[in-house]
């Protein structure tokens, strides 16, 4: 596995390993007792679990899709730690029937600490941007999303 040199480097390499399928390269990134949550609160508690979970998905309904970063904002916390925010478009994601997507917009944060290794993901949280919306609101055990703007 290619270091990550910077804290920009785990974006990149994260990227790589989504579009080529690889969820070990993509699970390297994390440490071993790293956190991640997904877009709908799926929480795994270590680097064995994040790449099960990457595995089961890139070899499913993310088979075909691109993983693309469009904003990128590095936050460096002293020199061994940083938060990275990461505007993520994922295309081509297939629904249960094999059909083709609409593109999904997500902003990523990435929690980083530098080793002797290279920088590692220690904790990583992904959220769905959902154009026009401002909250949730969960009712008849549905969440719709909503804007109290309007």
Request: glycine fraction near 4%.
């Amino acid at each position: 596995m290619t270091p990550a040199e910077s804290p920009e480097d785990v974006l990149r390499l994260f990227a790589e390993a989504w579009n080529s399928r690889n969820a070990s390269a993509l699970a390297n990134l994390f440490a071993e007792d790293a956190d991640f949550v997904n877009v709908v609160g799926l929480w795994w508690h270590n680097r064995a679990d994040i790449e099960r979970a990457h595995e089961y998905g890139l070899q499913t309904f993310f088979k075909s899709s691109q993983l693309i970063p469009r904003r990128v904002k590095v936050r460096q916390l002293g020199g061994d730690a940083a938060v990275v925010h990461v505007r993520w478009k994922l295309m081509d994601q297939l629904d249960n029937t094999g059909k083709t997507l609409d593109p999904r917009f997500t902003i990523m944060v990435f929690v980083l600490h530098r080793r002797d290794t290279g920088w590692i993901v220690v904790a990583a949280h992904n959220t769905e941007v959902i154009p026009g919306a401002e909250t949730f609101v969960a009712t008849d055990d549905k969440l719709v999303a909503v804007d109290y703007r309007q």
